[in-house]
């Protein structure tokens, strides 16, 4: 069917708008986004094989 997600959505909780908005931004200089960030981070938590831990972006520069 069109406009369906392959798995469920799961919404995360408790996270301010400013929060999500810098990681939003962070992911994106990674080249990365949010879902695949978190789905790495889990990954490397559960200890599933050949998972790593992501790494930081590197800090914006300063205006």
Do not use: C, I
């Not at 997600?5 to 994106?28: C, E, I, P, Q, S």
């Not at 599933?48 to 520069?61: I, L, N, S, Y």
């Amino acid at each position: 069917m069109a406009n369906q997600h392959r798995n469920k959505l799961r919404g995360v909780r408790n996270v301010d708008d400013d929060l999500w908005d810098d990681f939003g931004d962070a992911t994106a200089r990674d080249g990365s986004d949010r879902s695949a960030t978190v789905r790495r981070f889990m990954e490397w938590y559960v200890r599933r094989p050949g998972a790593e831990h992501p790494e930081r972006p590197v800090e914006p520069e300063a205006p």
